[in-house]
């Protein structure tokens, strides 16, 4: 007999204004408890500054901003894994298991939406977190990196 838990794709929830996101489970650190950034001079007004999350020195973007909604206070704070050292201002909304079929084509927010999927009668956009620094930092020279 197949197991069919082997099967799903684990998706943890967040909220953002109006809109309901989603990061798979194999992209996301650490989620925690809202405390604020520390302010970074010269910064686009999509990153709201740095914080520290289990020994990790995390850029926090402003989820709102990229998505162009209006966002009341951030609860969470969703830290990512990956080279880019990441975090998302959101308020965190616990997290589904869905049948990888159930994934449909992104038809908004793309390129920051690899995908979507209705539940309850909600969408829910899936993002692509590759996308995210680029988009946060657009018009803006990205650091370099020392030699």
Do not use: C, Y
Request: no cysteine; glycine share 6%; proline share 5%.
């Amino acid at each position: 007999m197949r197991n069919d838990s082997q099967n799903k794709l684990t998706l943890h929830l967040f909220r953002v204004g109006n809109v309901d996101l989603a990061l798979r489970d194999d992209e996301v650190f650490a989620v925690s408890d809202w405390r604020e950034p520390a302010r970074l001079p010269f910064a686009p007004q999509t990153v709201l500054g740095v914080v520290s999350i289990q020994g990790r020195m995390l850029t926090v973007l402003d989820t709102g901003k990229l998505f162009d909604v209006e966002a009341t206070a951030h609860e969470s704070i969703v830290a990512l894994r990956g080279r880019e050292q990441l975090a998302l201002a959101a308020n965190a909304r616990g997290s589904i298991e869905i049948n990888p079929s159930d994934v449909q084509p992104a038809t908004n927010f793309a390129p920051l939406s690899s995908g979507t999927i209705n539940k309850d009668g909600r969408t829910i956009h899936i993002l692509a977190p590759d996308q995210l620094f680029g988009s946060a930092l657009h018009g803006h020279e990205r650091r370099r990196k020392r030699s």
